[in-house]
């Protein structure tokens, strides 16, 4: 027999009898139901249910208003509920509780439509709502940038205006099932999906087994469960999906009650469906576990029955933070086509690592291409957001994951120029300033630790655009480009701590423009890629500290233009973009060797015209 609990226990005692030993509560994981009708027709109430225990739920709180029908979702520390019905009709307003500290809701941002029977999912940056009803179904998708309070954005759209969908996700993909569609009322088994960190529209994924909506949807890291809802009739049938490849859905089991208008939410292990309507309103809890097949077993009770809530969990895969980040050398790569506001990171010295960091202030691609960052912040300058250039330098903290903030603007807007910098200094040089294609010579600085706008630096020895860029900690090297004749194999150099105009430095092997994308060590640049006559995959370097002509270094895997590249002094990191401005595939290069580029991994979408930033870059002492 186990020791008593009242008793002391040594450490053997514990290890020995571990299995008996109570859990406590306020260690484990936290899934929040909120909103709903039952014994009010347009609840407030949060309740908390422990994750890792069977049990009746608790009293967290109250969201800003009473509502049914809501997009909820979150991260590892924050819940999200978006929209839904209240008493004086649907709203668009966004709320937040942190999981951590109970107390009532308070203000995120607000959506974009005044939406009921919205369906919401989420990773650990963006949380996304679709579809919905405003004067009629919608198939808007809308998403906000967790880590940062604000109003939604436009994502993309839906297949079809559709609502009551079930949603759920990976860290890279939402899934969206079911619903109504708009042109006959008809209940669908449409399976769609898009990556959350490329805005668009959504794909096909697979089928359901039967029309159905009302139904909700939970996840571990791999596999997707919708239960419930209504089809001909209100059932107790569970699906399952892999999330990561596409398909039809498969029968996993049956909840402890046929029932719609549910919600539901997981942790790594154990999925939970809670409330909805069995022909009223229950406060039912049931549990599975997802990576197996069977039916639900119960699992407690809600503090009040009610239908039309919305979970959020602390512990759902899909919002966990990374558990290499942030990563001693991180690179990020922001923006790009078609005007998307992404940022991702990279761990730079382990292959394959990365996830969704946040999002510019405005989604843009031919951003100023280079790495202007100090060790704690990167900056990112210009580019277009499809109506106009943009004059406008954000910034954001390597240690945070969370949107942008406005850092100042440069002297003029600027596309297809070029960055670098030191550890205290940015650099931003030539581009296109004037937004009619000419070339221009102008060179901007700002000082990367304290926001403000850009000061003059001096002049390019030509007016060049849609060239490449990188640095020492002395210098700052530009190369290739477009100038009024042509191309341009001229590289040519600045010293980063005073102001002043371009010095020739030597030639590139070739001329190209597009961009010569650059990384370095604190001795050696390697500039990659570019257009020449065509696409090219030609990497040259030359010693940052002397001055003369490049030398050949080797090819990459992929033979395109408008890369961007980032490194750590010793990796150099670039997007190997392909000719037709597509593709995924990062490569990678060790800069003080010579050598063909192997394969880093995939990035989470394709960075084409983007910008980028290090906090560990050849410039940073």
Same mark, same amino acid.
């Given at each position: 027999?186990?020791?008593?609990?009242?008793?002391?226990?040594?450490?053997?005692?514990?290890?020995?009898?571990?299995?008996?030993?109570?859990?406590?509560?306020?260690?484990?994981?936290?899934? @929040?139901?909120?909103?709903?009708?039952?014994?009010?027709?347009?609840?407030?109430?949060?309740?908390?249910?422990?994750?890792?225990?069977?049990?009746?739920?608790?009293?967290?709180?109250?969201?800003?208003? =009473?509502?049914?029908?809501?997009?909820?979702?979150?991260?590892?520390?924050?819940?999200?509920?978006?929209?839904?019905?209240?008493?004086?009709?649907?709203?668009?307003?966004?709320?937040?509780?942190?999981?951590?500290?109970?107390?009532?809701?308070?203000?995120?941002?607000?959506?974009?439509?005044?939406?009921?029977?919205?369906?919401?999912?989420?990773?650990?940056?963006?949380? @996304?709502?679709?579809?919905?009803?405003?004067?009629?179904?919608?198939?808007?998708?809308?998403?906000?940038?967790?880590?940062?309070? #604000?109003?939604?954005?436009?994502?993309?759209?839906?297949?079809?205006?559709?609502?009551?969908?079930?949603?759920?996700?990976?860290? +890279?993909?939402?899934?969206?099932?079911?619903?109504?569609?708009?042109?006959?009322?008809?209940?669908?088994?449409?399976?769609?999906?898009? +990556?959350?960190?490329?805005?668009?529209?959504?794909?096909?994924?697979?089928?359901?087994?039967?029309?159905?909506?009302?139904?909700? !949807?939970?996840?571990?890291?791999?596999? &997707?469960?919708?239960?419930?809802?209504?089809?001909?009739?209100?059932?107790?049938?569970?699906?399952?999906?892999?999330?990561?490849?596409?398909?039809?859905?498969?029968?996993? &089991?049956?909840?402890?009650?046929?029932?719609?208008?549910?919600?539901?939410?997981?942790?790594?292990?154990?999925?939970?469906?809670?409330?909805?309507?069995?022909?009223?309103?229950?406060?039912?809890?049931?549990?599975?576990?997802?990576?197996?097949?069977?039916?639900?077993?119960?699992?407690?009770?809600?503090?009040?029955?009610?239908?039309?809530?919305?979970?959020?969990?602390?512990?759902?895969?899909?919002?966990?933070?990374?558990?290499?980040?942030?990563?001693?050398?991180?690179?990020?790569?922001? &923006?790009?086509?078609?005007?998307?506001?992404?940022?991702?990171?990279?761990?730079?010295?382990?292959? !394959?690592?990365?996830?969704?960091?946040?999002?510019?202030?405005?989604?843009?691609?031919?951003?100023?291409? !280079?790495?202007?960052?100090?060790?704690?912040?990167?900056?990112?300058? =210009?580019?277009?957001?499809?109506?106009?250039?943009?004059?406008?330098?954000?910034?954001?903290?390597?240690?945070?994951?969370?949107?942008?903030?406005?850092? #100042?603007?440069?002297?003029?807007?600027?596309?297809?120029?070029?960055?670098?910098?030191?550890?205290?200094?940015?650099?931003?040089?030539?581009?296109?300033?004037?937004?009619?294609?000419?070339?221009?010579?102008?060179?901007?600085?700002?000082?990367?630790?304290?926001?403000?706008?850009?000061?003059?630096?001096?002049?390019?020895?030509?007016?060049?655009?849609?060239?490449?860029?990188?640095?020492?900690?002395?210098?700052?090297?530009?190369?290739?480009?477009?100038?009024?004749?042509?191309?341009?194999?001229?590289?040519?150099?600045?010293?980063?701590?005073?102001?002043?105009?371009?010095?020739?430095?030597?030639?590139?092997?070739?001329?190209?423009?597009?961009?010569?994308?650059?990384?370095?060590?604190?001795?050696?640049?390697?500039?990659?890629?570019?257009?020449?006559?065509?696409?090219?995959?030609?990497?040259?370097?030359?010693?940052?500290?002397?001055?003369?002509?490049?030398?050949?270094?080797?090819? @990459?895997?992929?033979?395109?233009?408008?890369?961007?590249?980032?490194?750590?002094?010793?990796?150099?990191?670039?997007?190997?973009? #392909?000719?037709? #401005?597509?593709?995924?595939?990062?490569?990678?290069?060790?800069?003080?060797?010579?050598?063909?580029?192997?394969?880093?991994?995939?990035?989470?979408?394709?960075?084409?015209?983007?910008?980028?930033?290090?906090?560990?870059?050849?410039?940073?002492?």
């Amino acid at each position: 027999m186990a020791p008593s609990y009242s008793g002391v226990w040594n450490i053997s005692t514990q290890y020995q009898y571990r299995t008996g030993w109570p859990f406590d509560a306020n260690l484990g994981t936290r899934m @929040l139901f909120g909103g709903g009708a039952g014994t009010s027709n347009f609840s407030d109430i949060i309740d908390l249910k422990i994750t890792e225990t069977s049990g009746n739920a608790t009293d967290f709180g109250n969201l800003s208003v =009473g509502r049914i029908l809501m997009s909820s979702y979150g991260s590892d520390t924050k819940a999200i509920w978006a929209g839904g019905e209240a008493s004086g009709g649907r709203g668009n307003v966004i709320d937040t509780v942190t999981y951590s500290s109970a107390g009532n809701a308070t203000d995120f941002g607000d959506l974009n439509n005044n939406l009921s029977m919205v369906t919401g999912t989420s990773n650990n940056v963006r949380g @996304l709502s679709a579809g919905g009803y405003v004067s009629d179904k919608i198939d808007v998708i809308d998403y906000i940038t967790i880590p940062t309070a #604000g109003n939604a954005i436009d994502f993309g759209n839906l297949t079809a205006a559709k609502l009551d969908m079930a949603g759920l996700a990976s860290t +890279t993909r939402a899934v969206f099932s079911g619903g109504q569609i708009i042109s006959s009322n008809a209940k669908q088994n449409v399976i769609e999906y898009v +990556t959350i960190a490329s805005t668009g529209n959504g794909t096909d994924f697979g089928d359901l087994a039967a029309t159905i909506d009302e139904s909700a !949807g939970c996840a571990s890291s791999t596999r &997707g469960l919708f239960g419930g809802g209504s089809e001909s009739d209100i059932v107790n049938r569970i699906q399952y999906i892999t999330i990561a490849s596409t398909g039809n859905s498969t029968d996993f &089991g049956d909840l402890t009650a046929a029932r719609r208008k549910l919600s539901a939410g997981a942790n790594s292990t154990t999925g939970i469906f809670g409330g909805g309507n069995t022909g009223s309103a229950t406060n039912t809890m049931d549990s599975v576990t997802i990576a197996t097949t069977g039916n639900a077993t119960d699992f407690g009770d809600l503090t009040d029955a009610r239908d039309g809530l919305g979970a959020c969990s602390s512990s759902e895969a899909a919002v966990q933070n990374e558990s290499y980040f942030p990563p001693a050398a991180m690179g990020l790569y922001a &923006g790009g086509h078609p005007y998307q506001t992404a940022i991702v990171y990279l761990n730079i010295a382990t292959d !394959g690592e990365l996830g969704l960091f946040g999002d510019l202030t405005v989604g843009r691609s031919s951003n100023v291409n !280079g790495t202007m960052s100090s060790t704690t912040r990167g900056l990112f300058a =210009g580019g277009n957001d499809g109506s106009s250039h943009l004059n406008v330098i954000d910034f954001v903290s390597f240690s945070t994951k969370g949107k942008a903030t406005d850092f #100042g603007n440069l002297t003029t807007t600027n596309i297809d120029g070029a960055c670098f910098s030191s550890s205290t200094r940015g650099v931003v040089a030539g581009g296109d300033r004037v937004g009619d294609g000419s070339s221009s010579d102008i060179v901007d600085y700002v000082t990367i630790a304290s926001a403000g706008n850009a000061t003059d630096f001096g002049d390019m020895t030509t007016a060049t655009q849609q060239l490449g860029s990188t640095s020492n900690t002395t210098r700052g090297l530009v190369a290739g480009g477009a100038t009024a004749g042509g191309l341009t194999n001229t590289i040519e150099y600045f010293t980063i701590a005073s102001t002043g105009d371009a010095t020739d430095f030597g030639d590139l092997t070739e001329a190209r423009r597009v961009t010569p994308a650059g990384v370095s060590s604190s001795t050696r640049a390697v500039f990659a890629a570019g257009l020449a006559s065509s696409a090219s995959n030609v990497m040259d370097y030359v010693t940052i500290g002397s001055t003369g002509n490049a030398t050949d270094f080797g090819d @990459l895997t992929v033979v395109g233009y408008y890369h961007a590249a980032l490194s750590d002094k010793t990796t150099g990191l670039y997007t190997a973009i #392909g000719t037709g #401005g597509t593709g995924i595939a990062i490569d990678k290069i060790t800069i003080a060797s010579t050598g063909n580029a192997t394969d880093w991994g995939d990035n989470l979408h394709s960075h084409y015209a983007a910008a980028s930033a290090s906090n560990a870059h050849g410039g940073i002492a």
